[in-house]
């Protein structure tokens, strides 16, 4: 299978009265057709400005995508007019948010919304997208469909409102769904509804996924491979079963050892020193090496490149050389 | 092991509507609907439960900061009421909180010296300004921060840190009992584990007794001595952690643990982990048993009448009439 979307050194700056945050930094990597790509990560590593780079929504002051390129399908999305690329989201790429209360419109019924979806892209008259809204509630398994699509936003609850969502981001039957923190806001029996949804429809669609989330347990559950972010940069991308199974990034090691798990007992967790550095003035070289257990000489002065180091699992760290 | 805080059937129902002109409530908000669960010295409660379910009321209930519908608290033996009645204050410096997002539960215009030492210098515990610097001095140590932080402001700090001056400011009076409501919720995986990792530590070193509310089971099962499993407003299973997690005995339980995504190979097939249905409202929740809208084993009588909560082995409590 040929990838569908391709990224390479894509970096994303944001110009503030602060300073210049290097938000992304040379981020490279591809998906898929029918893959479903976890990218982890924790807050401010740069996951969701992934994700809004390639969706052209970087807001712009202050963002900028100052180098780079995102291939989709064949196309250089970044070479793209804004019409071109309204033509392409929500139709080509389409995305779920985490807070679905705060991605929809309040003042407007639920299938409404879905419908003019349908009729901004394709001209379909409002009845009939309204019909076909109806359709993919059902397909989201939103109970009574003809019901539902006449109820207001805060009629419904959180796992309802994330379905309705769904149903609008595969109206246009997308060949790529970006799910940013699908169920954070989520409680645990709605996130594995919700989680459950995402990959049957991924599988009846033939969709690529890009889904982001902080949650290790979410991604494993769900991703074919794995890509893990530390402060603007991919640090290791592998298979899902190597990278959880035999994690090679000290950062990826640390984080799998910090959490605690439901199906074990650890008696004390273990910590990574530190905090997440500062965007705006990155440490130099390996951005993790301050807070890295393994620090060399060289960590401080040059950046480790992502490099293969076993078949189909890349790692940046200077400890896997040579 | 000697009991510090109970619940006796305790209830807490919230007024719907009455406004200005109508003095009659609409209806009622069952948050807190009979719970009944004990922590002991020294030891760590976990309190989980999806959205909803009454388990911040209950933390609020424990300490005092909201009074019951109806049932009995007794903190170390002694009816909870009675302790306030008589003294409020001194009850204040036994049982203390922290809450879940350090953004919102600091003052943003005190400084740390301030926000940490103003419950000492309330209750009269120091008797200068030198002293009072000491102390929290001591106590910033004591959760990892330094003596430099004493006049910064909050904004100043990160997440975790700010989670540090909270507990800080909770021990500050040296309390006995501290309702921890999801303290780690606001925080990244790696921030989570030091801030864990201090709680222990706290405890161990001043033989505190915690009241852990989350709804991340892993975590409980991390902090945890015992855990009771809240569903609307109702415990429906109790247990030391072992029993709890190796041999959950309520549908509900055995359902929240496999429907959270675990790490493993191969993955888990998630679809076949799904429980039905939404969580129902506490204004007008099912009737009998709450979760039998969505239990697969649910027959009659669960539609009809709560079942009672028994134990069915040494520690281990539970409400289901199929148990």
Excluded at chain 1, 63 to 68: A, L, S, W, Y
Excluded at chain 1, 91 to 120: C, H, K, T, Y
Excluded at chain 2, 269 to 280: F, L, M, Q, S
């Amino acid at each position: 299978m040929g990838s569908l979307l391709e990224v390479k050194d894509l970096a994303t700056y944001f110009y503030t009265d602060e300073g210049i945050i290097k938000a992304l930094d040379g981020v490279s990597f591809s998906i898929d057709e029918g893959e479903i790509l976890g990218l982890v990560g924790e807050t401010g590593c740069g996951k969701s400005v992934t994700a809004t780079s390639i969706m052209g929504l970087i807001p712009s002051p202050p963002g900028r995508i100052v180098r780079g390129s995102i291939l989709f399908n064949g196309r250089e999305l970044l070479s793209l007019s804004e019409r071109q690329m309204r033509s392409i989201r929500g139709r080509e790429i389409a995305m779920i948010f985490q807070d679905p209360a705060s991605s929809l419109n309040p003042v407007f019924r639920v299938g409404f919304q879905v419908a003019e979806a349908i009729w901004a892209h394709l001209k379909t008259p409002i009845r009939e997208a309204l019909l076909k809204a109806a359709e993919l509630f059902g397909r989201v398994n939103i109970p009574d469909p003809l019901v539902a699509i006449s109820r207001y936003p805060h009629q419904l609850s959180g796992g309802m409102k994330q379905r309705v969502m769904i149903a609008m981001a595969l109206s246009l039957n997308p060949k790529l769904l970006i799910a940013d923190e699908p169920t954070t806001a989520l409680d645990v029996s709605i996130q594995a509804q919700i989680l459950s949804l995402i990959k049957r429809l991924q599988r009846d669609y033939g969709s690529s996924v890009l889904l982001i989330s902080h949650d290790l347990g979410v991604i494993s559950t769900m991703a074919h491979r794995v890509a893990v972010m530390y402060s603007g940069l991919i640090v290791e991308e592998g298979r899902a079963e190597d990278l959880f199974q035999k994690p090679l990034h000290p950062y990826t090691q640390g984080l799998l050892a910090a959490i605690p798990r439901v199906d074990e007992d650890k008696s004390e967790l273990a910590v990574i020193e530190g905090t997440i550095p500062d965007l705006t003035n990155p440490p130099a070289g390996c951005r993790f090496h301050p807070r890295c257990p393994w620090v060399m000489k060289i960590c401080e002065a040059e950046r480790p490149p992502l490099k293969a180091v076993e078949p189909k699992h890349k790692v940046a760290c200077h400890a896997y050389a040579g | 092991m000697p009991t510090l805080v109970s619940a006796e059937k305790v209830l807490k129902h919230f007024p719907i509507g009455g406004g200005i002109l109508t003095s009659k409530p609409t209806g009622w908000v069952r948050a807190v609907d009979g719970v009944s669960l004990s922590v002991e010295k020294g030891r760590t409660l976990g309190l989980v439960g999806e959205s909803g379910s009454g388990k911040s009321t209950t933390g609020l209930l424990l300490l005092g900061l909201l009074k019951p519908s109806g049932g009995r608290i007794f903190f170390e033996g002694e009816p909870l009421e009675e302790l306030l009645r008589r003294d409020p204050r001194r009850f204040r410096r036994r049982a203390q909180i922290v809450f879940q997002n350090p953004f919102a539960s600091l003052n943003p215009r005190m400084t740390v010296k301030d926000i940490v030492g103003r419950g000492m210098k309330l209750h009269g515990l120091v008797e200068s300004d030198r002293e009072l610097d000491e102390r929290v001095a001591a106590l910033l140590s004591e959760v990892g921060l330094k003596e430099e932080h004493l006049n910064r402001y909050p904004h100043e700090f990160s997440g975790g840190q700010r989670q540090r001056i909270a507990i800080a400011r909770a021990l500050a009076l040296n309390p006995e009992f501290i309702v921890l409501d999801e303290p780690t919720s606001a925080l990244d995986v790696s921030v989570q584990a030091q801030i864990l990792n201090l709680l222990k530590g706290l405890q161990r070193l001043r033989e505190l007794s915690y009241l852990f509310i989350s709804h991340n089971l892993a975590v409980v099962r991390h902090m945890s001595h015992e855990v009771a499993v809240m569903y609307l407003g109702k415990v429906m299973e109790s247990a030391p952690k072992d029993s709890l997690f190796s041999d959950p005995l309520h549908p509900y339980t055995q359902a929240l643990l496999k429907s959270i995504p675990k790490i493993s190979f191969p993955p888990e097939d998630i679809e076949k982990k799904v429980i039905e249905g939404d969580i129902p409202s506490p204004v007008n929740p099912p009737s009998g048993c709450p979760f039998n809208p969505r239990c697969r084993r649910a027959v009659d009588i669960c539609r009809a009448e709560m079942p009672d909560f028994r134990e069915v082995m040494p520690g281990h409590w539970v409400a289901c009439h199929l148990v």
